[in-house]
Nanobody, 125 residues
Framework: QVQLVESGGGSVQAGGSLRLSCKAS????????MGWFRQAPGKEREFVAA????????YYADSVKGRFTGSGDSAKNTVYLQMNSLKPEDTAVYYC??????????????????WGQGTQVTVSS
């Protein structure tokens, strides 16, 4: 089993920045992809960003391209999400995800094997 622990959420004003971190433990050596989804109140969960250790390039949702930067350290089994120019519509619970499958990251929640508890990000106008 793999455990994912997120950190770095909080409250910020529009235009501000936050950095999320997620560390995998347990059988983390089995993981190839780590990433982020988010769910705002009353909305469906959506893909935000992901990176696979085999590919190395981060993938982003169109809604966050140019504002969010995903990165990771496979040796530390940790993934990061630097969020800049935050908007009120970025307010959501952000979930860390991990997958054992090799290849480009999936944008589907159901494709991932492990999920974190989530961390709240609130952006005020």
């Amino acid at each position: 089993q793999v455990q994912l622990v997120e950190s770095g959420g909080g409250s910020v004003q529009a235009g501000g920045s936050l950095r999320l971190s997620c560390k995998a433990s347990g059988r983390a050596f089995t993981i190839n992809t780590m990433g982020w989804f988010r769910q705002a109140p009353g909305k469906e969960r959506e893909f935000v960003a992901a990176i696979s250790w085999s590919d190395g390039s981060p993938y982003y949702a169109d809604s966050v391209k140019g504002r969010f930067t995903g990165s990771g350290d496979s040796a530390k089994n940790t993934v990061y999400l630097q969020m800049n120019s935050l908007k009120p519509e970025d307010t959501a619970v952000y979930y860390c995800v991990a997958d054992r499958t090799w290849g480009p990251p999936s944008r589907l929640w159901s494709a991932y094997d492990y999920w974190g508890q989530g961390t709240q990000v609130t952006v005020s106008s």
